[in-house]
């Protein structure tokens, strides 16, 4: 059984830095796509950053140069390390994993079949 659980969200001023954990069971973090999405009240769930089996990333263009994600295959771990936050960064952030062969890393949501519960940033001015 597949479980990814969300951590590290947080309220924080803009500027500063989080870092969000999502640990895996059931699911090799290293072997397949992993990816961060946010979702703001009332807007869609946008994708913010994705690491493909071979260890290629790839960043939102409104995070890029501010967050990271990077992943510890031996813990199965992914992160997500945000810094120069914005108060337009504030959003429940899910942690999404998926095994289907893809060419590039999905946009869609519907593309990742496994998901967390979300783990809440705010980003306060």
């Known amino acids: 059984q597949v479980q990814l659980v969300e951590s590290g969200g947080g309220s924080v001023q803009a500027g500063g830095s989080l870092r969000l954990s999502c640990a895996a069971t059931?699911?090799?973090?290293?072997?397949?796509?992993m990816a961060w999405f946010r979702q703001a009240p009332g807007k869609e769930r946008d994708r913010v950053a994705c690491v493909k089996p071979s260890g290629f990333t790839t960043h939102a263009d409104s995070v890029k140069g501010r967050f990271t994600i990077s992943r510890d295959n031996a813990k199965n771990i992914l992160y997500l390390q945000m810094n120069s936050l914005k108060p337009e960064d504030s959003a429940m952030y899910y942690c999404?994993?998926?095994?289907?062969?893809?060419?590039?890393?999905?946009?869609?949501?519907?593309?990742?079949?496994?998901w967390g519960q979300g783990t809440q940033v705010t980003v306060s001015t």
């Open positions: 999404a994993a998926d095994s289907r062969n893809y060419f590039g890393c999905p946009i869609a949501p519907s593309s990742f079949r496994y």
């Open positions: 059931g699911y090799a973090t290293g072997s397949n796509y």
